[in-house]
Protein backbone atom coordinates (compact mmCIF):
# COMPACT_ATOMS: atom_id res chain seq x y z
CA UNK A 1 0.00 0.00 0.00
CA UNK A 2 2.68 2.46 0.90
CA UNK A 3 4.88 1.53 -2.07
CA UNK A 4 1.85 2.29 -4.46
CA UNK A 5 1.07 5.28 -2.46
CA UNK A 6 4.77 7.33 -2.59
CA UNK A 7 4.82 6.13 -6.73
CA UNK A 8 1.36 8.26 -6.94
CA UNK A 9 3.24 11.11 -5.40
CA UNK A 10 5.61 10.79 -7.42
CA UNK A 11 3.39 11.01 -10.59
CA UNK A 12 1.40 13.93 -9.28
CA UNK A 13 3.84 16.17 -7.00
CA UNK A 14 5.99 17.18 -10.33
CA UNK A 15 2.96 17.56 -12.25
CA UNK A 16 0.69 19.76 -10.14
CA UNK A 17 3.70 21.96 -9.15
CA UNK A 18 4.33 22.53 -12.98
CA UNK A 19 0.78 22.89 -12.96
CA UNK A 20 0.75 25.72 -10.36
CA UNK A 21 3.62 27.66 -11.46
CA UNK A 22 2.64 27.87 -15.06
CA UNK A 23 -0.84 28.98 -13.66
CA UNK A 24 0.74 31.82 -11.95
CA UNK A 25 2.89 32.76 -14.70
CA UNK A 26 -0.02 33.02 -16.76
CA UNK A 27 -2.52 34.63 -14.13
CA UNK A 28 0.17 37.46 -13.79
CA UNK A 29 1.01 38.09 -17.33
CA UNK A 30 -3.10 38.24 -18.08
CA UNK A 31 -3.23 41.25 -16.34
CA UNK A 32 -2.23 43.09 -19.26
CA UNK A 33 -5.86 43.10 -20.05
CA UNK A 34 -6.39 45.46 -18.21
CA UNK A 35 -4.92 47.78 -20.45
CA UNK A 36 -7.65 47.25 -23.01
CA UNK A 37 -11.07 48.42 -22.39
CA UNK A 38 -13.51 46.50 -20.72
CA UNK A 39 -15.50 46.05 -23.46
CA UNK A 40 -13.17 44.20 -25.39
CA UNK A 41 -12.16 41.46 -22.30
CA UNK A 42 -12.99 37.95 -23.25
CA UNK A 43 -15.57 37.63 -20.68
CA UNK A 44 -17.46 41.09 -22.54
CA UNK A 45 -17.15 39.47 -26.22
CA UNK A 46 -17.77 35.65 -25.63
CA UNK A 47 -19.59 35.77 -22.26
CA UNK A 48 -16.79 33.83 -20.57
CA UNK A 49 -13.24 33.95 -19.69
CA UNK A 50 -10.36 32.49 -21.63
CA UNK A 51 -7.04 31.86 -19.27
CA UNK A 52 -3.88 32.97 -21.83
CA UNK A 53 -5.30 35.52 -23.73
CA UNK A 54 -3.52 38.11 -21.63
CA UNK A 55 -0.47 35.92 -21.94
CA UNK A 56 -0.43 35.92 -25.50
CA UNK A 57 -1.54 39.75 -25.63
CA UNK A 58 1.72 40.25 -23.26
CA UNK A 59 3.91 38.68 -26.35
CA UNK A 60 2.49 40.22 -28.77
CA UNK A 61 3.20 44.38 -26.72
CA UNK A 62 6.90 42.19 -26.12
CA UNK A 63 7.18 41.36 -29.93
CA UNK A 64 5.89 45.11 -30.85
CA UNK A 65 8.23 46.51 -28.62
CA UNK A 66 11.28 45.23 -30.32
CA UNK A 67 10.26 45.57 -33.80
CA UNK A 68 9.66 48.96 -33.54
CA UNK A 69 12.69 49.94 -30.96
CA UNK A 70 14.92 48.19 -33.68
CA UNK A 71 14.65 51.34 -35.80
CA UNK A 72 16.05 54.26 -35.37
CA UNK A 73 13.28 56.19 -35.07
CA UNK A 74 12.19 53.54 -31.94
CA UNK A 75 16.17 53.86 -30.96
CA UNK A 76 15.46 58.14 -30.72
CA UNK A 77 12.22 57.29 -28.50
CA UNK A 78 14.03 55.02 -26.30
CA UNK A 79 16.66 57.55 -25.68
CA UNK A 80 14.00 60.31 -24.81
CA UNK A 81 12.41 57.70 -22.28
CA UNK A 82 15.55 57.16 -20.81
CA UNK A 83 16.17 61.12 -20.67
CA UNK A 84 12.92 61.61 -18.61
CA UNK A 85 13.22 58.86 -16.41
CA UNK A 86 17.14 60.03 -15.81
CA UNK A 87 15.77 63.00 -13.92
CA UNK A 88 13.52 61.80 -11.78
CA UNK A 89 16.26 60.68 -8.84
CA UNK A 90 14.39 57.71 -6.92
CA UNK A 91 12.99 55.99 -10.47
CA UNK A 92 16.60 56.90 -12.23
CA UNK A 93 18.56 54.41 -9.38
CA UNK A 94 16.23 51.53 -9.84
CA UNK A 95 15.25 51.79 -13.84
CA UNK A 96 19.24 52.09 -14.81
CA UNK A 97 20.25 49.13 -12.09
CA UNK A 98 17.59 46.94 -13.29
CA UNK A 99 18.43 47.82 -17.05
CA UNK A 100 22.17 46.77 -16.83
CA UNK A 101 21.33 43.41 -15.15
CA UNK A 102 18.82 42.74 -18.04
CA UNK A 103 20.84 44.22 -20.84
CA UNK A 104 23.63 41.86 -19.12
CA UNK A 105 21.17 38.56 -19.20
CA UNK A 106 19.81 38.92 -22.23
CA UNK A 107 21.53 40.32 -24.99
CA UNK A 108 24.41 37.45 -23.98
CA UNK A 109 27.31 40.62 -23.56
CA UNK A 110 28.99 40.56 -21.16
CA UNK A 111 30.40 37.23 -18.63
CA UNK A 112 27.47 38.05 -16.26
CA UNK A 113 26.07 34.37 -15.38
CA UNK A 114 28.18 32.63 -17.79
CA UNK A 115 30.90 30.83 -15.24
CA UNK A 116 29.71 28.37 -13.18
CA UNK A 117 31.87 28.20 -10.10
CA UNK A 118 32.84 26.61 -6.46
CA UNK A 119 33.52 28.68 -3.85
CA UNK A 120 33.91 28.55 -0.45
CA UNK A 121 31.04 28.84 1.56
CA UNK A 122 29.32 29.30 4.04
CA UNK A 123 33.08 28.38 5.88
CA UNK A 124 36.61 27.52 4.92
CA UNK A 125 35.82 23.69 4.93
CA UNK A 126 32.40 24.00 2.53
CA UNK A 127 32.17 24.14 -1.04
CA UNK A 128 29.02 26.24 -2.80
CA UNK A 129 27.39 26.65 -6.33
CA UNK A 130 28.04 30.25 -7.47
CA UNK A 131 27.47 32.35 -10.88
CA UNK A 132 30.50 34.95 -11.14
CA UNK A 133 28.98 38.28 -12.41
CA UNK A 134 31.87 40.34 -12.85
CA UNK A 135 34.47 41.96 -11.72
CA UNK A 136 34.83 44.25 -8.69
CA UNK A 137 35.24 47.60 -9.41
CA UNK A 138 38.76 49.50 -8.64
CA UNK A 139 37.63 51.03 -5.19
CA UNK A 140 37.20 47.89 -4.16
CA UNK A 141 39.25 45.52 -5.79
CA UNK A 142 43.07 48.39 -4.44
CA UNK A 143 41.52 47.21 -0.70
CA UNK A 144 42.39 43.46 -1.67
CA UNK A 145 46.05 41.59 -1.60
CA UNK A 146 44.93 39.66 -4.87
CA UNK A 147 42.54 39.57 -7.77
CA UNK A 148 39.00 39.04 -6.84
CA UNK A 149 35.91 38.39 -8.11
CA UNK A 150 32.09 38.87 -7.74
CA UNK A 151 29.72 36.02 -6.96
CA UNK A 152 26.16 35.38 -6.82
CA UNK A 153 25.81 32.14 -4.85
CA UNK A 154 21.85 31.32 -4.85
CA UNK A 155 20.36 29.70 -2.19
CA UNK A 156 18.05 26.26 -2.01
CA UNK A 157 15.63 25.28 -3.91
CA UNK A 158 15.03 28.93 -4.44
CA UNK A 159 17.79 30.45 -6.68
CA UNK A 160 15.71 33.77 -6.94
CA UNK A 161 17.40 34.40 -3.24
CA UNK A 162 21.01 34.21 -2.17
CA UNK A 163 23.97 36.15 -1.25
CA UNK A 164 26.63 38.60 -3.43
CA UNK A 165 30.01 38.22 -2.36
CA UNK A 166 33.58 39.43 -3.39
CA UNK A 167 36.21 36.02 -3.45
CA UNK A 168 39.64 35.60 -4.54
CA UNK A 169 39.91 34.81 -7.66
CA UNK A 170 42.33 31.49 -6.84
CA UNK A 171 39.66 30.26 -4.30
CA UNK A 172 37.26 29.62 -7.03
CA UNK A 173 37.25 26.43 -9.12
CA UNK A 174 35.68 26.91 -12.12
CA UNK A 175 33.19 24.53 -13.94
CA UNK A 176 32.47 23.23 -17.29
CA UNK A 177 28.78 23.25 -16.44
CA UNK A 178 26.08 25.33 -18.01
CA UNK A 179 23.72 27.68 -16.30
CA UNK A 180 20.87 25.74 -16.98
CA UNK A 181 22.22 22.68 -15.42
CA UNK A 182 23.28 24.57 -12.70
CA UNK A 183 19.91 25.76 -11.77
CA UNK A 184 18.54 22.42 -12.03
CA UNK A 185 21.57 21.43 -9.88
CA UNK A 186 20.63 23.97 -7.26
CA UNK A 187 16.60 23.78 -7.65
CA UNK A 188 16.53 19.87 -7.09
CA UNK A 189 19.24 20.14 -3.87
CA UNK A 190 21.80 18.04 -5.81
CA UNK A 191 19.33 15.35 -6.35
CA UNK A 192 19.62 15.94 -10.22
CA UNK A 193 22.90 16.19 -10.92
CA UNK A 194 24.54 18.11 -14.00
CA UNK A 195 25.45 15.53 -17.40
CA UNK A 196 29.69 15.25 -16.92
CA UNK A 197 31.15 16.81 -19.91
CA UNK A 198 34.56 14.62 -20.68
CA UNK A 199 34.56 14.10 -16.50
CA UNK A 200 36.20 17.70 -16.34
CA UNK A 201 33.63 18.25 -13.93
CA UNK A 202 34.55 15.35 -11.70
CA UNK A 203 37.84 15.70 -11.64
CA UNK A 204 36.94 19.26 -10.49
CA UNK A 205 35.14 18.52 -7.78
CA UNK A 206 37.43 15.58 -6.54
CA UNK A 207 39.90 17.95 -7.23
CA UNK A 208 37.97 20.96 -4.68
CA UNK A 209 37.04 18.28 -1.92
CA UNK A 210 40.43 17.03 -1.68
CA UNK A 211 41.70 20.44 -1.33
Avoid: C
Wanted: hydrophobic share 45%.
Amino acid sequence: MKKYFITGLLIWVPLVITVWVLSLIVGTMDQSLRLLPRALHPENILGFDIPGVGTLLTLLIVFLTGLVTANFVGQRLVLFWESVLSRIPVVKSIYYSVKQVSDTLFSGSGDAFRKVLLVRYPHAEAWSVAFQTGTPTREVGQHADSELVSVFIPTAPSPVNGFFFFVRKSDTVELDMSVDDALKYIVSMGVVAPPLRNGRNANLIGRAQNE
